[in-house]
């Protein structure tokens, strides 16, 4: 279909804000009489609060006050507490200190006493689960958010004695499911692979602290923050700063990344709010890089085993997958779910089993971050497929593609079909432009110290969502406001989404308006900028939106014009009779008579399915233009996913372990293209972020006190300008998915996992198939492998070097 | 199409920004009260021969009386002295380069470096590359062009390193540009876009 | 953990050597001396180190720039990683050193970090960056050395209840070239060979040099000994900016017309707290054949000796085939 906005680049229109310094992160903020807020972290990972003595930093000039537990609302467990006195890791937030200066409240810090009671604790989720572990609760170790309860799960010595000490011991799990017959299924396989393996959890390293700032007026609190979104975050950062969400105004025009870490709300950011409201000043609280790793959110580790039978030609005949997941101590995501989604997606499995269970250990929040569980398996995975290909002398694209889903496959328990999947096309697209048939010639070859490694990767994540409001306005003069509260997380899919609506109404893109950024800036209910559906879901939104404010248009000129709805078309920013183009009226004489006439057209009236804070935008925006208004209820039965398949040539140097990307190509599958520029941006950046994911970043913990080893860049290591190709290959497989009334689907999470598997198949495939069972593959670990050495590690070890 | 200038404009019924404008063109010293600073102040001299408190700083071309502590980094004074935001603080740390300013030309984390060490050398920050009638400059430009930034918090950074390496390599290779930005980290990954801003850069200008 | 503001400090930005050493001698170890400052800003925002007087050498002209002498080349303490990595004579006569500078950090780093700041920067612990209590902030334990302890970046050779590393990538170098650091202070001037001004926590396991609260480093001179000789320099390093290394070498060799190893000094960093010069393969190798068989025979004496802890045992292998690659590819 010919589109005159979708699929064409343009230039989104906060980006000059952020090439000259003018975009307004939170901590960019100035308020008359603003303070500054600092945190007491736990030096503790399980601990209760004795006592709490700050008398003599209240007595500090310049100290204005203190922000203690009980200042704060609770949260049932394991909702993240704002404040405890029962901190359950180290780094997790105690008290808040507020003063004129930083430097003040940094030396009252340090002049607070306080007295712990120490409790022993734990960061391996295995060591909870063996009889007698410590437990992070006292009546429970398991549990998740989304799960309906907390409780104490133990496997047996025997569990653990029978699994010895290379493979994932299985006790019970928390939740499974099952497909097919597995017994059936694995004797029905030539090839039947017992793996063990780990992903180790690693942070977010959004550029941008989790630094906020908050006041409060007229019983109004202002809270500059840092989110994904706007409209989804709202109910539970209102709830948490304790107030009516439309006494809350959010401000967040511009995030400086997430990548899940902030798409939904998050307790910290709250303590300004609450500080400002005790000591009645404006309160900045910028969070440093050490408290991002110290308090701040990361992926899911995982440690697992997989049982996984092949037939002689490469198809899957059955999968047993075990996931067990360090959760953190509260809240958590379903990342070990999501795990099992992902198989039963990508590969197929005839027959197939999820078990998994989420352990609570004393570490920050786990959360989701680009590709939870789904991106962990695809680490997994794509080269124990390489692997199996080996053993069965298949061609690698082959053992793929046999495997692969299409267009009406089904997923996961309930055997969801699926809306559209073009994996396979994405690989072929991918390989063509790699060269594949001439580059896995080079596989192995060896010039001095450096081994040529051919990867192969691909990746998944549910792309999309339904039932949230669109919203927009066409004003009296004629230009057309959409209103978004999806985020600006820098995908420019606001901005991209909001062409649909453009689109559809035929208007020029010069005269929209995006209102946006913030909640007073009248958003309607929409998702989260999180999980690959921006694209999906905020087309559909604004479409809905477009064709209601085309159908009030259509009915607006007949009752003005004379006859019926039917006999008007909508374009060029007009309503014009299909018989008579003398009978027309522009969009500002429509809005203008929308405006007369009330009712729906000028918002007097309010459709009741919507969200409630549709409905309160629609009341402050009626009577300012033509309205159009409506919720996303166009049908969606089927499963939405979004896919990626990559290709990497590296040479390894088996002297030092270091690699270098050579060429990289990745091609995604996400439905219509929207934004050629953007998605190439994210085609690029989701392959930067694998590569670290692959080969250079983690999180380590020392057992012995629980502390974290890396709380600054250097120590974590996300890849720099030098660690990642210069040039990377882009492409897209640009099919319509049936679902969505543009074509569109989300893809931002599997560019990130598609190229962290290619670049460990291709470190496997450069060391002769080595299959390290452990993500990210560091340099120690290569130089180990290439001298028959032990790793460092112990097999199942988590949060380790 | 309206551009988000306009909304980064603080819309608070509370604002700063005017206040802290007046001082900017005045030239005058900022305020003792200016943030970072009011609680300082423990009324101890400091002590004999060690640097006065009261400095001119050459800021974006013009000439700026401020009131700067002893241990006060040029990113703090920057940020919440001077009101120019749009230089970053990623680490504090000098690890991420968002804090990236050029220092006689050259680029520095401002983080990293104490406002007394400073004095009598030009600091340009993102806020002094427009022209005088709001001309974006030839990096800002290509940034645009290419889609640089994603989330853009670390893109003030990336376009002063990038001002930077023209000034001193005007037509460098993308290799030697690779180099040259390596000090800016991109947690988005959008290194590629940011390389090819930078060569188109090298071509235009 | 939550510190990111510096305490309180006085700042002193002397002239001249005299000025500095006076303020040195009036606040003793109440004194800091800072370089670039890239390190000493992180110390003090993490309050770990707490002066009165900051002396900021930067000012001090005198302690800047790469002069060319009759015995070889004198570098000024305070000149920048990048001036050296940029410096023509440096380049052409002692490119390793070139190489090592530009392979420290960043380039905003090595803008305004020094070379006497690399040379005599502090450890890399991590849990001696975290502020623990360990024997190198004064305390009575290690947590890096025990059975439990995170220690892949940690030494292989001479540990001394503290396991830290020299971080340093300039160090190793100045070891190869036979370099002398001049250190000044109000009681005159003191010129120690390279390998004599790192010590280990043997012999003091609080500072990683030998350079007292009343000194100065001054000067670098590296002898023209080895100029223009065959030099290799190789970092590794889990990232390829901003991170210190697991291991690095350097090595100067000077080879016979008919390809014989004359002499050579090689040296390792990263695996010790000071670097560690590899008397054995340098006597393994004199006198032979510079060949593969040779630089496979260095290597395999490399670590000899090498004592590891649970996560550092990569760095043996990783050693020796930096041995190996120092002299088969130089």
Known sequence: ?801 | MTTTDDMAIGRDPVTRRRFIKSIIASGAATSAAAYYLAGCSDGSAPAAGSVERLITLKVNGQDRRVDILPNETLAMTLRYKLGLTGTKLGCDRGECGACTVLINDVGHNSCSTLTHGVRGRAVTTVEGLEGPNGELHVVQQAMIDELGPQCGFCTPGQVMSAVGLLKANPKPTRAEARQAMAGNLCRCGAYDHYLNAVMRAAKSA | MTKDMMPKFDLFQPADIETALKLLDKYGVKAWKMAGGQDSLDWFKDRAKRPEAVIDLSGIEALKGVRETEAGLEIGAMTTLAEIAANPIIKEKFGLLATAASRVASPQIRTVGTIGGNLSQDARCWYYRAGMDCYRAGGNTCYAGTPQGMNREHCLFGASRCVAVTPSDTAPVMVALEAEFVIRSSKGERILPADKYFIGPAVNITHMTVLEPGDILTTIRIPSKWAGAKFYFEKVADRNTWDFALVNVASAMKVKADGVIEDIRIVCGAVECVPRRLNAVEDIVKGSAKNDDTATLAASSAARGAAPLNFNHFKIPLMENLVKRAIRDS
């Open chain 1, 1 to 801: 279909m010919a589109y005159s906005l979708i699929g064409k680049d343009f230039t989104p229109p906060d980006v000059r804000a952020k090439v000259t310094g003018k975009a307004k992160y939170a901590e960019d903020f100035r308020v008359e009489g603003m303070v500054f807020v600092k945190l007491l972290l736990s030096p503790m990972p399980n601990a209760k609060v004795r006592n709490i003595d700050a008398a003599e930093a209240l007595k500090m000039k310049g100290v204005l006050g203190i922000l203690l537990p009980e200042d704060v609302p609770s949260f049932p467990l394991p909702r993240d507490p704002i404040l405890t006195m029962e901190p359950k890791y180290v780094g997790q937030p105690i008290l808040a200190i507020a003063a004129e200066d930083e430097t003040t409240a940094s030396d009252a810090l340090e002049k607070i006493k306080i007295d712990y009671e120490p409790l022993p604790f734990t960061v391996d989720p295995l060591q909870s689960l063996y009889p007698g572990g410590p437990d992070v609760y006292p009546d429970a170790n398991v549990g998740v958010r989304g799960m309906p309860e907390m409780k104490k799960i133990k496997w047996t010595a025997k569990d653990f004695a029978e699994a010895g000490d290379t493979k994932l011991p299985m006790g019970e799990p928390l939740a499974e499911w099952k497909l097919g017959d597995l017994d059936k299924g694995f004797s029905e396989a030539q090839l039947v692979m017992d793996e063990t393996f780990v992903t180790a959890a690693h942070s977010h390293h959004s550029m941008e602290p989790r630094s906020a700032m908050a006041y409060w007026q007229n019983g109004k609190c202002y809270f500059h923050v840092s989110t994904q979104s706007q409209s989804y975050p709202l109910p539970l950062y209102a709830e948490m700063i304790g107030v009516a969400p439309k006494d809350l105004v959010m401000i967040s025009e511009f995030c400086g990344g997430g990548f899940g870490s902030k798409g939904s709300a998050y307790v910290v950011a709250t303590i300004p709010a609450h500080m400002s409201k005790k000591i009645n000043r404006p309160c900045m609280m910028r969070l440093t890089r050490a408290e991002e790793y110290f308090l701040g959110s990361r992926r899911t580790g995982i440690q697992g085993r997989i049982k996984i039978g092949f037939r002689k030609d490469g198809r899957i005949t059955a999968a047993d997958i075990y996931v067990v997941q360090q959760n953190g101590a509260t809240e958590g995501f379903p990342d070990f779910r999501n795990v099992g989604g992902a198989l039963s997606m990508v590969y197929q499995p005839m027959n197939m089993r999820w078990r998994g269970i989420s352990v609570f250990t004393n570490l920050p929040l786990s959360t989701a971050q680009r590709g939870p569980g789904q991106n962990q398996l695809a680490c997994m995975m794509e080269p124990l497929l390489d692997k199996a290909a080996r053993e069965l002398k298949l061609d690698r694209l082959a053992i793929r593609s046999i495997n692969a889903p299409t267009t009406g496959s089904k997923v996961e328990e309930r055997q969801t079909p699926v809306s559209s999947a073009y994996i396979s096309e994405a690989l072929m697209a991918s390989a063509a432009k790699f060269g594949w048939n001439e580059k896995k010639k080079l596989s192995g070859q060896r010039k001095g110290s450096k081994v040529t490694g051919i990867g192969v990767g691909r990746a998944y994540h549910p792309a999309g969502s339904a039932g949230f409001d669109g919203l927009l306005v066409i004003k009296p003069d004629g230009k057309i406001h959409i209103h978004t509260g999806i985020g600006n997380l820098g995908t420019y899919s606001y901005a991209a989404t909001s062409r649909v609506a453009a689109e559809v109404l035929g208007c020029n893109w010069e005269n929209v308006v995006l209102e946006r950024g913030r909640t007073d800036n009248h958003l309607p209910w929409n998702n989260g900028q999180f999980g690959s559906n921006t694209s999906f879901t905020m087309s559909r939104t604004n479409y809905v939106a477009a064709i209601d404010a085309k159908q009030k248009l259509q009915e607006i000129a007949a009752q003005t014009l004379g006859g019926k709805p039917q006999d008007y078309v909508v374009a060029e920013e007009k309503v014009t009779a299909k018989a008579d183009a003398n009978k027309s009226m522009t969009f500002a004489e429509a809005a203008k008579k929308a405006i007369e006439l009330g009712g729906k057209y000028s918002g007097k009236e309010i459709a009741a399915e919507l969200n409630d804070l549709t409905k309160r935008s629609v009341e402050a925006l009626a009577g300012s233009g033509l309205i159009g208004v409506a919720k996303d209820t166009i049908p969606m039965k089927d499963h939405v996913p979004a896919l990626a398949a990559a290709f990497m040539h590296i040479e390894l140097d088996i002297e030092t372990g270091k690699w270098e990307i050579l060429d990289y190509v990745a091609t995604a599958d996400c439905g219509t293209v929207l934004h050629p520029k953007g998605l190439a941006n994210q085609i690029r950046g989701g392959g930067v972020m694998g590569i670290g994911m692959a080969a250079l970043e983690r999180v380590v913990y020392d057992p012995q006190n629980g502390l974290p080893a890396n709380v600054g860049f250097y120590q974590s290591k996300p890849p720099s300008y030098l660690d990642v190709p210069s040039e990377m290959q882009v492409g897209w497989v640009d099919k319509p998915d049936p679902q969505n009334p543009v074509g569109v689907k989300g893809v931002g999470e599997p560019l990130m996992g598609c190229a962290a598997s290619a670049l460990l198949s291709a470190i496997s495939d450069a060391l002769g198939g080595h299959y390290f069972n452990r993500t990210p593959v560091m340099p120690d670990m290569i130089v180990n492998a290439v001298a028959k050495r032990p790793q460092s590690y112990k097999v199942l070890a988590v949060n380790t070097q």
